[in-house]
């Protein structure tokens, strides 16, 4: 349960810092004074789901409930789509793209 808060804890900072706000200006944007925004990404509170939806609200994120069975499966989605893309992976995705409607394309000529 720990280490669920922890990293509760941990994504909360992670998206308020990715965002450019400090603890107080998510203060005021969610209603929860500056102190308690830094106990909770600290670690140090229970945080009250009520806080955490409005946190996830004005953070973009989506609060989820993932089976146990699919938690490994789910986490490796995410940290794909969190991955940082280098320009060789963005120009093979226009090549494999571009080849696929190519493809396409001469599949329905070939009909004709």
Known sequence: MLESIAYIAQQIKEARETKG???RALSEKVGIPQSHISRIENGAVNLQLSSLIELA????LELIL?????????????????????KSD???QLVHSSASKNRAKYQLDDED
């Open 57 to 60: 609200r004005v953070l973009e």
């Open 90 to 92: 963005i120009h093979n």
């Open 21 to 23: 706000l400090s603890q």
């Open 66 to 86: 993932v089976p146990k069975e699919a938690q490994k499966a789910t986490g490796a989605i995410i940290r794909e789509a969190q991955r940082p893309k280098k």
